[in-house]
């Protein structure tokens, strides 16, 4: 049984992330998992402010949502990031959430290179969702996710669910018209079966 934590950045209320999402979860908890689902259109988290008082041993200045999130990102062993692509890119949600991983950082005396800090180590995933979907249409998103999450936090990935085609926000969701939400019910059920994979 692991510990999961799906942090979902925006996206309409039943929108096909919530619905990529809610698949996801629910195979999870099936498959045994304990799974929290941490909707970031309900808790307000910022993003960083660069005042570096984390840097010398003070809470983060800001009192917004983020500080009660902070422990169970300590204690997950799997975060799962669930955003709709905006922009070409993750949402500002999601991103704001990842900047604020700067105070939950702890100092490294002999860090790797290009590396500052050291992170709690987790497991992570992706799971989008977006209105095209051409080879290139996850690019920035993908390639974000692999530099700041996998390269520089050091987190492991176990997969990345990228889901186009879904409709845009100009209508109803359209998502069950795919085989998304099949894909994400396996995603779910199968996350902690074998290593990465890409659904
Ligand atoms: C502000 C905004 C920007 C978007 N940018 C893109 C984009 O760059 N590429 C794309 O394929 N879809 C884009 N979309 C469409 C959404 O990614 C797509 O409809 C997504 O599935 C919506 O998720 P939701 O139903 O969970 O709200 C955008 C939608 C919005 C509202």
């Not at 049984?1 to 619905?19: E, F, Y």
């Not at 990031?81 to 991103?95: C, N, Q, R």
């Not at 996850?138 to 879904?166: P, R």
Request: glycine residues 8%; positive net charge.
């Amino acid at each position: 049984m692991k510990k999961i934590l799906v942090v979902l950045g925006g996206g309409r209320p039943n929108g096909n992330t919530a619905q990529l999402t809610n698949a996801f979860i629910q195979r999870a908890v099936s498959a045994g998992h304990q799974v929290e689902l941490l909707s970031l259109n309900q808790v307000e988290v910022n993003g960083c402010l660069g005042c570096n008082a984390c840097r010398y041993g003070k809470p983060c200045v800001q009192k917004d949502g983020f500080n009660a999130i902070a422990p169970k990102i300590t204690e997950a062993d799997l975060i799962v990031f669930a955003s709709p692509l905006y922009f070409w890119t993750i949402s500002s949600k999601i991103k704001a959430f990842i900047e604020r991983f700067y105070c939950i950082a702890q100092e490294d005396e002999n860090p790797p290179l290009g590396r500052y800090e050291h992170y709690p180590i987790h497991d992570c995933a992706l799971l989008m969702t977006s209105a095209d979907r051409y080879f290139w249409t996850f690019e920035q998103a993908v390639s974000y996710y692999k530099f700041t999450i996998i390269n520089y936090i050091g987190f492991q990935d176990k997969g990345m669910l990228l889901a186009g085609g879904c409709g845009n926000t100009n209508g109803s969701p359209r998502i069950s018209e795919t085989n998304h939400l099949e894909a994400a019910y396996r995603f779910g059920r199968e996350i902690y079966q074998c290593r990465e994979k890409t659904f």
